[in-house]
């Protein structure tokens, strides 16, 4: 079905940018935009919903390109839409933490940074809608150069330093997609989005496929992968509510996401499994898992801390993906939404604690629990949910990656089941310390007042988004239907896998 | 339409005598002179436009000078390759002149200001001139007003820029000497200068060393005229010393009808299967392009100097034009790239050369280590620059991003791969010396400068802000424009035209 509907959306951010940069001089109108465009930007996405649960793929094309049988055109269908809310949804929350988190600590340069947010969020939701590779491949550019200015927002060397980095790897990833997506359409004459995949490309050769393959994924470097994952806990040097949203939510997610439209959508489940690339993959990303988590362990940095989580936690989307059992895609798909809720919390939880109490190491926490009680409560409930506990959303995705795992030929099953409960406990180990100095160590007197510096509360604009966010993460679990995810997720399978 | 006809031979010839009025009225009123020339540019404009559309809808125009017919009197030929140089060719100069009044006032002295302006008219007609005639030695006429006057525009700053100048004398003068070399030879071969008469002429003798020796100089004259890689040596400097309009318009302009000439000569005199099936050259043109665009981008790494570093750039750009040509035998997405860059590169060099012209216009800034807080005294020309700079770098949706895309695709398509691998590195490299620009300008910090006394407060005029904003636009306009299927008929009109000898 034809619909503009899905350029609305997209134009929101686009719109928004522009209406920043002009009410530069008077902050609360220019606030006002970004608020304004999230919550019209994420009533058009979420009215989407219904229309694509009934099946139907919403699409609308800007224009044919001077390429055959490519338009540059958004296409709705029920994957993209999982997206899309997520991002749609927590821009708005993240805009309001933003307002708190940059006026408490007076940050300079703020219309910068709104402008550079919405452009980010611009690409983000364009890359959720994109109906094909080349449509795809501009907006993850946009996402990538539009972070930049958010990266080294604070403009000191090591920020820089930090911006470089991510540059660093990025760029030269955007080449890898790009020769991918050229590649894609040279061999098949098309880079369609398609649930199962091109069909031409099955009849090209394998090595050409391959090598195809693995120029996808380090062009979706964005997923953080290792070895090619260090750019990510350098970035961190950003503003907290630039690494909630764009480092657990924007940037990384569309790399997951594009590892996920590529596996499904561009190769086709049967292909990968034919080429045997599914293996290696899932090494990659059980690797990933462990060795994030190990890394997290080491970390003081909670910032840092929770940047090797997110490593860890977006390869279980890969390994989910990488699974290709029917159960397997659907974790990962799930996953998706429920980890960016659950990450997102915990980002905004540690900016808190920087503006309530100006402290970044886990080590200094002690006792945070009695003086900041709504933050440390929402950062243990989506601390919980990361190791994939009860009653919290990131229970029902892992649930699912450990049936898909249990679906796969014999010896591997096993491992990779074991490679997630393993993941799982250390992410336990990683998290519980903070939980536990928190609220049942007494803080040190010195501590109790740091430096003239009175601990309490961050700001209000700052506890409700981190503790809706919260609560989102646990209605995520009782009631899965929120903003149809659940829904959407089981119609997505359908589609890739038939069946009912 | 017996107007439409004579179109290209009214805009040269009175292109050509504008020049000479300009001289004229400037000993009278030294203001009438900037007037004049823009006045006539925009005409000039206009009738390119006007020819442009005659061109797409009727075709070819032919016009037989003094009405001698073709192989005895000289012919001016306009088919959609030359009538879409032209237009781009009065539209980047109007820009630029209309930026470079201001400039011109504080770079050059007031006496020289009519000489300087009939010079650029001069230089314009003989652009022109190249770009309509279908004679090999009227070509060579023209290319020679084209390039006497460029001598004396990058001279007219003196200093430094006389040394530049003379360099460029020299080279330019070797490269003319190889070009009317090699047309010497064809006409002893084949008996005619006519370009159309040539391509019929030129197949029986397409075996013979002469004719073979006569195409490698005239390559070779023109790689020196058009500065590509390994013959570039006298362009940097005389881009560094010349007038910042001078060097934009050289850049921008000058280097792309140079290397129309080439496109002509491959496609219109010789063939693509005498490129490819006599003298093998296509992919030696290619390897040189790769060569070039590395190169120049490896130089401009190491540059402090803001124009310096943009001429080389230019070096590394020239060679994505010169690889699409080399790719053309091979698949018609070579020619693509050609035609996109040609207008995009003009465009992208063309806003980088005024507002790196800017900075040191107001600032006096030419060192990139200077460029601290550069966006926050003037936004719009850093603003201007730095989306230049990514679309060079060929971050979608910019107009680097479509050119890239083409070559790219030529590159798979022609089952070369390594100019997949150059051309993403090439890209990378972009991003390597534009951003670190970027990165001064906007991120770096910097001590602000005490309030008052500081010059800064003074603003642009609107005069020079103007036509570098709207070529900032066009970087994005023409991105978008050249992924949609709208430039789709002129490009199967070029190619049409190119690959059957638009002349005929």
């Known amino acids: 079905m034809e619909s503009l509907t899905p350029l609305l959306a997209i134009l929101c951010p686009a719109i928004a940018a522009p209406l920043v940069l002009l009410s530069r001089n008077h902050p609360n109108i220019r606030e006002g935009w970004t608020i304004a465009a999230g919550i019209t930007m994420f009533a058009l996405v979420l009215s989407m919903g219904p229309e694509v649960l009934k099946g139907d793929v919403i699409r609308f094309t800007m224009f044919h390109t001077m390429f055959k049988n490519i338009d540059f055109a958004f296409k709705v269908d029920a994957f993209g839409l999982i997206f899309a809310i997520t991002t749609s949804s927590l821009w708005i929350l993240v805009s309001l933490y933003s307002i708190g988190y940059m006026r408490s600590l007076k940050e300079h340069a703020q219309t910068r940074y709104f402008f550079a947010f919405c452009l980010a969020i611009l690409g983000a939701i364009g890359v959720a809608l994109s109906a094909n590779l ?27 330093g930090g911006g470089h980095k991510y540059f660093a790897y990025l760029m030269p990833a955007g080449a890898f997609f790009l020769f991918g997506v050229v590649a894609t359409y040279y061999l098949t004459g098309s880079c369609d989005f398609t649930p199962g995949g091109i069909k031409a490309l099955a009849t090209t050769s394998p090595v050409a496929a391959t090598v195809l393959f693995f120029c996808f994924l380090l062009g979706f470097m964005k997923a953080a992968w290792m070895p090619f994952h260090s750019w990510l806990p350098t970035a961190m040097v950003a503003p907290t509510p630039v690494s909630a949203l764009l480092h657990a939510v924007a940037v990384v997610k569309a790399g997951v996401f594009g590892i996920v439209r590529m596996i499904c959508y561009i190769f ?7 080429l045997g690339l599914w293996l290696i993959l899932a090494c990659i990303a059980g690797f990933t898992m462990i060795m994030g988590s190990f890394f ?23 390994l989910g993906a990488a699974f290709l059992t029917k159960d397997g895609v659907m974790g990962a798909m799930l996953h998706i939404p429920f980890h960016a809720y659950m990450k997102i919390t915990l980002f905004l939880c540690a900016g808190a604690i920087l503006v309530g109490s100006g402290k970044r190491k886990i080590s200094e926490m002690a006792g945070l629990g009695k003086t900041m009680p709504v933050t440390m409560l929402a950062f243990s409930i989506a601390a919980i949910g990361m190791a994939g506990l009860p009653p919290l959303c990131g229970f029902i995705s892992k649930l699912y990656l450990c049936f898909g795992a249990w679906e796969l030929h014999p010896p591997y099953g096993m491992i990779f089941l074991a490679v997630i409960l393993t993941s799982s406990v250390l992410d336990i180990v990683y998290f519980f310390p903070i939980i536990h100095a928190a609220f049942f160590r007494e803080p040190v007197d010195a501590e109790r007042t740091n430096g003239g510096y009175v601990i309490k509360e961050a700001p209000t604009f700052m506890l409700v988004p981190l503790s809706i966010t919260a609560a989102f993460s646990i209605l995520f679990f009782i009631y899965p239907h929120t903003f149809y995810i659940i829904d959407l997720v089981q119609l997505a399978i359908v589609e890739l896998f038939g069946g009912g | 339409m017996l107007l439409a006809e004579q179109l290209p031979v009214i805009i040269v010839t009175v292109a050509m005598f504008c020049g000479f009025t300009i001289l004229l009225a400037g000993y009278l009123n030294k203001k009438s002179a900037f007037w004049i020339s823009l006045l006539a540019n925009i005409v000039f404009f206009a009738l390119s436009i006007l020819t442009l559309r005659h061109v797409l809808a009727v075709g070819p125009i032919k016009y037989w000078q003094g009405g001698w017919r073709p192989p005895w009197g000289i012919e001016y030929v306009v088919d959609a390759m030359n009538a879409y140089l032209l237009v781009i060719l009065f539209f980047i100069v109007i820009l630029i002149e209309i930026y470079s009044k201001r400039n011109v006032e504080k770079e050059i002295e007031a006496r020289k200001h009519p000489t300087f302006y009939a010079l650029i008219q001069l230089m314009v007609a003989g652009l022109a001139g190249i770009t309509v005639t279908g004679d090999l030695f009227n070509m060579f006429v023209w290319l020679e007003i084209a390039s006497l006057t460029a001598y004396a525009l990058i001279a007219v700053a003196g200093g430094r820029a006389l040394r530049a100048s003379y360099n460029y004398v020299i080279m330019g003068s070797i490269g003319a000497v190889f070009y009317i070399f090699g047309v010497g030879w064809i006409y002893a071969a084949t008996g005619t200068l006519n370009m159309a008469d040539m391509r019929i002429l030129l197949p029986v003798v397409y075996d013979s060393r002469l004719v073979q020796m006569a195409f490698a100089f005239i390559v070779v004259g023109i790689m020196i005229k058009a500065y590509i890689f390994p013959l570039h040596f006298w362009q940097p400097d005389a881009y560094t010393y010349a007038p910042s309009s001078v060097s934009a318009m050289i850049a921008s302009i000058h280097g792309k009808v140079m290397i129309y000439i080439l496109i002509r000569l491959v496609y219109s005199v010789f063939t693509l299967d ?50 699409g040509i080399g790719l053309s035998p091979l698949s018609p997405w070579g020619l693509v790239g050609v035609v996109a860059h040609i207008l995009n590169h003009a465009v992208m060099k063309g806003c980088l050369f005024l ?14 280590r200077s460029f601290e807080g550069l966006s926050k005294r003037m936004p719009w020309a850093s603003g201007a620059f730095a989306i230049a700079a990514i679309s060079m770098i060929g971050i979608p949706p910019t107009a680097g991003f479509a050119s890239k895309l083409f ?34 300008m906007y991120f770096v910090r910097h001590e602000e400068p005490t309030e008052g006394g500081n010059e800064g407060t003074r603003r642009l005029p609107i005069s020079m802000t103007a036509p570098m904003m709207v070529l900032a636009a066009l970087c994005i306009i023409l991105g978008i424009f050249w992924l949609t299927d709208i430039p789709m008929p002129l490009i199967n009109q070029i190619l049409s035209d190119l690959s059957t000898g638009g002349r005929l």
């Not at chain 2, 507002?355 to 990139?368: R, V």
Request: some cysteine.
């Open chain 1, 134 to 160: 080349l449509t795809m491949f501009v907006f993850f550019e946009i996402i990538t150069v539009s972070t930049y200015p958010l990266v080294i927002h604070e403009q000191t060397p090591e920020a820089l």
């Open chain 1, 268 to 274: 086709g489940v049967g292909l990968v499994d034919e």
């Open chain 1, 296 to 318: 997290a362990i080491a970390q003081d940095d909670i910032k840092k801390r929770l940047a090797y989580s997110t490593i860890s936690q977006l390869s279980y989307v890969i």
């Open chain 2, 274 to 323: 005498f490129i490819r099936y006599y003298i093998g050259l296509d992919l030696i043109i290619c390897w040189v392009a790769a060569a070039g665009i590395l190169a120049g981008s490896v130089f401009a790494i190491k540059q402090r100097n803001v124009k310096r570093m943009l001429a080389y750039s230019s070096v590394s750009q020239f060679g994505y034009i010169l690889l």
């Open chain 2, 355 to 368: 507002a790196a012209g800017s900075f040191i216009h107001q600032e006096g800034k030419w060192d990139i």
């Open chain 2, 407 to 440: 070559l790219i695709l030529a590159s798979l398509d022609a089952a070369q791969y390594p100019f997949v691998v150059i051309l993403l590195l090439s890209g990378l490299l972009n991003l390597v010396y534009f951003w670190r620009v970027i990165d001064r």
